[in-house]
């Protein structure tokens, strides 16, 4: 209809009557958004909005098959009023619609989806403008146009086209599924006809100021365009003496495609926060664009112009609309979206009521052209003095962007409104950029005073009201930031008070507690930020910046937690900050390739360069590695069949070469403990589905030299040995490997040589150390090992000069991850050396090769200090000794650093977590201020890694405790295993979903500081219950140590039944000890006498596990034996 009205417009009338005509039908299409303002926002908040949706599909039917119907039967005027009906039925339709989009994809991908809406929308209306104008002009060609009765009986089969839209409009919209289920609310006509509905709705986007000033931009826009759609047609015809109404209309729809462009850039631009800086350069846009209209002396001028006027409109549109969706309360997202079409028609009327003036008035094109320049002009000068900050942030954004993609998580929880308290990490210098691009409304910072007094950056941090703070004028610094909180402002602090230089999270401080309690409303909301750890701006290492450095755009995530109250303290907000890294760290991995693909990325960068020294004298550089992966991946694939493939081969150069060329192959890893029993290896194979070992005949002797016979342990099991293997490559394909690794790309390597696998794959088996109990198959998938090496190399901080030793078995996880995937996968020189009990060799591979990192066991670290071969010169080269899988003995730390002048830093975590949790790391000294950076805490286990949460919870209930209160440890993380292997079970049992993240449940006692450093207690199993007191076994053995004076002795307590007070500790002990002494010892050292064990028994020795923890399962059997 409307297009009918147009063609026939211009061929009857020209001048000042077209335009006057023109305006009148265009009002009359308004006028339903106007009358029904109240009535459509009620009806959206009422009802499930997809209902209205369909509801309103449904009259859009029985309208065009009236529409259709009246044509048919020349009822010209009908069919009008039929039109005014479908504008009415819209009314309906657009609260609906742009409240369902917030519903449908929550505050994050407000901007991205107002951006494809409105693209969508344009594209259909500039689909149908042109389909329709052509069908038109082929109808009524040659026809006369006097007749509106003849004209729609002519054009009457076009109607069936309108139907079949509106049943397609019916068919989606019943795809839509619904998302809420509508407010329980009523409607009043007396209030409807009294305004007073029309007052209250107003109202509720009257007073939020962001929601109003959206709503006129918007209806500026809107009157603007309303009024070029009139009078441009007269305008063209007078400048440009041009009368065909295709070009004329050809010329206006170059706007639509404009906005088509602009909202899917403004789209993409915040295809995760709202972008407000694109606002002012939108409006600003508009305005030159107006300016420039009314002199330009061409159709194509005009065309090129209407397409940049509509492309910064659709940069103007987007971000208004999505900050009207954001600021509006669920409850009342209807009647404010209603409110917004009330007064954006309201507007367009205005507007269109001058434009009718002015042709009255026999006023000509070109003076309302230049009116709307002014307007547009006044509405950009406001723009920018409103939002300066937002304009800056997004030219600063934009620059950053080139290097920097940020993606925006947890958006849904930013109060739209009040007074709101940012609290999170501090990695980098560009934080609070990050911050403010990741927030859709003004943030104002909290920075320290020698920062901000700095005179060349005074000028701009005062241009965003930074608040400057320092220790001795922090009042001011408190006072001000409650007093914006009362205002509703957005005050960021970073509770650390100074840049990290581990990547880990350090002490909160206390001082926005006293903000946050002064002030009388608002909330605090945690954030975690990820991906700045390893920039250019951050403490990291220059080694480090290279590896994170993944193409030429570095990945940043922002994600923001729940609200919390403002009394919330400093413990509870860095609990939900180390619970966000985990949210932002789950994100991550998402994007990260395999291991054989990540290794194979890290080979081909550093090809010259060293990857593994054996200490058998094998040196080996990545592109030797590559080359030999390269050639028993080929084997492996031929060889094994089966998904798994067993290794059962030391920390070495061929262990690596194993490992690495079954995963390129596609296989599942499965390192087997070869200190095991056979019949727990048999269980292992049969578990894993192995049914080809790779190994090596050197290593199969050693073994048998130690009375071990792996043919007689693993029946039916094939072993295939790697010498013969490698003699079998002929020169020739050798060659060609070599040439492979050295010219072609990685993606073709594994196109070629290698078979695809996916990140959540399981990529090794291995099985527990049955410590207390049978061993259980773990299965770990690429991602839970890629992320697990990204977070130890995060904090180690490795260096260009870093060296690691690698001499624990591979069988076991810390082997497996820390020593062995982490050097290979990061570009670190690994040295091996196959038997970690042996201290003088591992201290000669140190000494000899410079090692830097040293990461052991607490029974390990006790052989290098007892040998007194082992010169403290030896480890002169370390900067970081970690201690894992086991307690660290507080007698071997001590011992340690007396004689090597070295730290030890005690690390936690199990094979179920892959296996690092969490780790002490060395203090730092911020010069600038003198801050000391805590990241170790001895008798602690330290802080979690990145992307790692601890909870310490009531083992019954498992509700959270208090920092401080012993209970059971759950470790949430990227790193959480996929499962036990065939045994759902135990892995529901083992693993717990609490508020949406997986933690895995340790069986360890232990409580938390304030600062989130975890204490280990003792093993829940390894408690005795004496007279319905709990004794921990660890401290008797401990005690009993202390107790004679003998930190090396070998000991292990173990419970066992007694009739009388329930149960009684019993004491290996591998040395002879007097039972009276031992007891008169602990008594006199002040021992609770309920720890005083009341059964000792001598044993030749304690037995051990492959890793060199206590056997604790054998130590059992051998005490219930006796």
């Excluded at 009806?43 to 997809?50: G, L, Q, V, Y």
């Excluded at 920390?651 to 490992?659: K, L, R, T, Y």
């Excluded at 410590?771 to 770990?780: A, D, F, H, T, V």
Aim: aromatic share 10%; hydrophobic share 50%; charged share 15%.
């Amino acid at each position: 209809m409307l297009l009918l009205r147009h063609h026939s417009e211009a061929a009857l009338y020209d001048g000042d009557t077209q335009v006057l005509l023109t305006a009148i039908v265009n009002a009359l299409i308004l006028l339903p958004f106007v009358l029904l303002f109240t009535p459509s926002g009620f009806i959206a908040d009422r009802f499930p909005k997809n209902r209205v949706m369909r509801a309103s599909a449904w009259l859009a039917v029985a309208l065009t098959l009236c529409i259709t119907a009246f044509y048919y039967l020349g009822w010209f005027w009908a069919a009008f009023a039929m039109t005014f009906l479908l504008a009415a039925q819209s009314a309906f339709y657009s609260p609906a619609k742009y409240g369902y989009i917030k519903e449908l994809v929550g505050k994050e991908a407000l901007g991205s989806a107002n951006g494809w809406a409105q693209a969508t929308t344009t594209t259909a209306i500039l689909a149908g403008i042109f389909f329709f104008s052509v069908l038109f002009e082929a109808r009524l060609t040659e026809m006369d146009l006097g007749d509106p009765s003849a004209i729609t009986q002519r054009i009457a089969p076009l109607g069936w086209v309108l139907v079949v839209c509106s049943l397609l409009e019916l068919a989606l919209a019943y795809r839509l599924p619904q998302v809420s289920q509508g407010n329980a609310m009523g409607f009043r006509w007396g209030r409807y006809v009294s305004g007073r509905y029309l007052k209250e709705n107003l109202g509720a986007a009257w007073g939020n100021q962001v929601i109003w000033l959206s709503i006129v931009g918007l209806s500026i826009f809107w009157a603007i365009s309303q009024v070029i759609l009139a009078a441009f047609p007269a305008f063209a015809k007078d400048t440009l003496g041009e009368t065909n109404t295709v070009v004329i209309q050809g010329m206006l729809a170059c706007s639509g495609v404009g906005i088509i462009f602009g909202s899917y850039l403004a789209g993409r631009v915040s295809r995760s926060h709202i972008e407000t800086g694109l606002i002012p350069i939108g409006a600003i846009g508009i305005a030159l664009s107006l300016f420039v209209l009314p002199g330009l002396g061409s159709a194509w001028a005009h065309a090129f112009n209407f397409l940049a006027l509509g492309f910064l409109g659709g940069l103007f549109l987007v971000p208004l609309n999505a900050l009207i969706q954001f600021n509006a309360g669920e409850n009342g997202l209807g009647r404010v979206l209603a409110a917004n079409n009330f007064v954006q028609n309201v507007v367009m009327l205005g507007f269109l009521g001058l434009t009718v003036l002015a042709a009255f008035s026999q006023i000509s094109g070109w003076p309302v052209m230049v009116f709307l320049a002014i307007v547009a002009l006044i509405g950009a000068l406001y723009t920018l003095y409103q939002l300066p900050q937002s304009l800056v942030r997004f030219i600063v954004a934009r620059l950053i962007a080139t290097r920097y993609r940020l993606t925006v998580m947890g958006l849904e929880n930013m109060p739209a409104q009040g007074g709101v308290l940012l609290l999170g990490n501090h990695v980098s210098w560009i934080d609070w950029a990050m911050v403010q691009m990741a927030s859709p409304r003004p943030v104002r910072f909290v920075m320290e005073r020698w920062i901000y007094e700095r005179w060349y950056l005074r000028w701009f941090l005062d241009f965003f009201g930074v608040i400057p703070i320092s220790r001795g004028r922090s009042r001011e610094a408190i006072n001000t930031v409650a007093r914006l909180l009362d205002a509703g402002e957005v005050v960021c602090i970073f509770p650390e008070g100074t840049l990290s230089k581990t990547g880990q999270l350090s002490e909160f401080k206390r001082g926005f507690e006293l903000s946050a309690r002064a002030a009388k409303a608002g909330v605090i909301l945690p954030f975690y930020q990820r991906g700045l750890w390893g920039s250019r701006f951050s403490y990291a290492s220059a080694k480090l910046q290279a590896n994170r450095k993944d193409g030429r755009v570095r990945e940043i995530i922002v994600a923001f937690g729940a609200p919390l109250p403002l009394e919330a303290s400093a413990e509870r907000v860095k609990q939900a900050v180390f619970e966000l890294s985990v949210t932002s760290w789950k994100s991550y991995v998402e994007s990260l390739p395999t291991l054989s693909g990540a290794w194979l990325r890290s080979a081909k960068r550093n090809l010259g360069k060293l990857a593994v020294i054996d200490s058998i004298g094998t040196t080996l550089t990545n592109r030797r590695l590559l080359t030999a992966v390269l050639l028993f991946a080929g084997k492996i694939r031929r060889l094994a069949p089966e998904p798994a493939v067993g290794i059962l081969l030391p920390a070495s150069s061929a262990g690596a070469i194993a490992n690495l060329a079954a995963l390129f192959a596609g296989k599942i890893v499965v390192n087997l403990n070869y200190t095991a029993s056979a019949e727990a290896l048999r269980a292992g194979v049969t578990q894993a589905g192995v049914r080809h070992v790779i190994t090596a005949d050197r290593f199969l002797r050693k073994l048998e030299q130690r009375g071990i016979d792996l043919q007689a342990a693993l029946p039916g099991v094939s072993l295939h040995a790697m010498e013969p293997m490698r003699a079998e490559f002929g020169r020739l394909s050798t060659l060609f490997a070599l040439g492979a690794a050295t010219l072609l790309p990685a993606a073709l390597l594994t196109r070629l040589f290698g078979r695809p696998s996916r990140p959540d794959d399981t990529a090794a088996i291995l099985f527990s150390s049955g410590s207390e109990g049978q061993p259980k198959g773990i299965e770990l998938t690429h991602r839970n090992i890629m992320a697990n090496v990204r977070q130890i190399s995060d904090v180690l901080n490795t260096r260009a000069d870093d060296v690691v030793l690698s001499n624990l078995p591979l069988f076991h996880a810390f082997g497996l991850t820390a020593t062995t995937f982490m050097p290979l996968l990061e570009g670190v020189p690994a040295v091996c050396h196959p038997d970690p009990t042996d201290a003088v060799g591992s201290a000669k591979a140190i000494a000899r090769h410079r090692v830097t990192v040293l990461c052991s066991t607490s029974t390990f670290l006790r052989l290098y200090i007892r040998n007194r071969r082992v010169h403290p010169l030896m480890l002169e080269s370390l900067r970081i000794v970690v201690a894992g899988a086991e307690r660290l003995s507080t007698d071997v730390r001590d011992a340690f650093a007396l004689k090597f002048h070295k730290d030890i830093l005690e690390g936690y975590g199990a094979t179920e977590t892959t296996p690092v949790a969490s780790v002490n790391v060395p203090d730092a000294l911020e010069t600038q201020t003198w801050k000391i950076q805590s990241g170790s805490r001895p008798g602690t286990v330290g802080l979690p890694l990145p992307g790692t949460s601890f909870r310490v919870v009531d083992p019954a209930t498992l509700e959270p405790l208090s920092p401080g209160e012993d209970g059971l440890v759950l470790i949430g993380g990227v790193q959480v295993m996929k499962g036990y292997l065939n045994a759902p079970d135990k892995t529901a049992d083992a693993v717990v979903e609490l508020d949406g993240m997986r933690w895995y449940k340790t069986g360890d006692k232990g409580h938390l500081d304030a600062d989130g450093f975890l204490t280990i207690v003792d093993r829940y199993s390894r408690f005795a219950k004496l007279g319905g007191e709990m004794v921990s076994l660890g401290a008797v053995e401990e005690q009993v140590r202390r107790a004679l004076g003998r930190p090396d002795l070998e000991v292990a307590a173990v419970n066992l039944p007694d009739a009388r007070k329930g149960e009684r500790i019993l004491l290996l002990v591998a040395d002879e000890v007097d039972a009276d002494s031992l007891r008169k010892a602990m008594l006199d050292a002040g021992t609770n006498p309920l720890s005083v064990p009341s059964e000792i028994l001598r044993v030749d020795a304690i037995p051990k596990l492959g890793s060199g923890k206590t056997d604790f399962g054998a130590v059992r059997r051998l005490a219930e034996a006796a």
